[in-house]
């Protein structure tokens, strides 16, 4: 049983432009949330998704979007990049309100 | 609003000995209360999860418990080994809606 994957592993843009990123749950896991994880800090909630709605949002501006499709993957997009947004981005899946499980996340540089 | 607290931020000790992780937290009405482990540059993998009606768990070497009425939690982790070397974060689940606040984490070497 595959964990929960996220792609691409690294990714270099630079300052204005969009990125995507994509995340495939846990076999079985209904629920998807996304995480920033600035150097030195705790992971931030972006926001989760569920039954593919955004459930619950965190302190994110709109630039933060995402979406969750019928087979429970997810993406997450960042439009208008800034330099501020490079970040470790995490992806967790879990069923409501159990054990999250976290995939290896994607490091996202921004220059 | 909810503030995750762990102290210490890092902690530096010789292999064999018994160790102690704290977590504090400012606003009791959790769901649930999760210990993850995170190597450098990696995900996070779940350790323990204490579900607020819950006082502690223990897994292996490990032993996590809940006070949520002091808003504290503490990790356990009993007769370290280099291989446990890594950042500890502990995370709250908040009633009254989905999020998850997570502390800063403790920064852990066992030296061998």
């Known amino acids: 049983d595959a964990g929960v994957t996220q792609s691409p592993t690294h990714l270099i843009k630079t300052r204005g432009q969009q990125v995507t990123l994509r995340c495939s749950p846990k076999s079985g896991h209904d629920t998807v949330s996304w995480y920033q994880q600035a150097l030195g800090q705790g992971p931030q909630f972006i926001f989760q998704?569920?039954?593919?709605?955004?459930?619950q949002r965190g302190n994110f501006p709109d630039r933060f979007s995402g979406h969750q499709f019928p087979n429970y993957s997810s993406e997450l997009n960042v439009n208008a990049l800034l330099l501020g947004d490079s970040a470790l981005y995490l992806c967790?899946?879990?069923?409501?309100?159990?054990?999250?499980?976290f995939g290896p996340g994607t490091r996202l540089t921004v220059l | 609003k909810q503030e995750v607290t762990q102290i210490p931020a890092a902690l530096s000790v010789p292999e064999g000995e018994n160790l102690v992780l704290n977590c504090s937290f400012t606003?009791?009405?959790?769901?649930?209360l999760q210990w993850f482990r995170q190597d450098p540059g990696k995900g996070l993998t779940s350790l323990l999860l204490?579900?607020?009606?819950?006082r502690e768990q223990t897994s292996g070497r490990l032993n996590a418990s809940l006070d949520k009425s002091s808003g504290r939690s503490t990790l356990y982790i009993a007769a370290s080994q280099p291989g446990d070397s890594a950042t500890y974060l502990c995370a709250v689940g908040l009633t009254g809606g989905f999020k998850t606040i997570f502390g800063a984490g403790t920064r852990l070497f066992v030296k061998a």
């Open positions: 998704y569920y039954e593919e709605e955004e459930r």
């Open positions: 606003d009791s009405a959790i769901y649930n």
């Open positions: 967790a899946s879990s069923s409501t309100r159990a054990t999250q499980y």
């Open positions: 204490i579900q607020s009606s819950q």
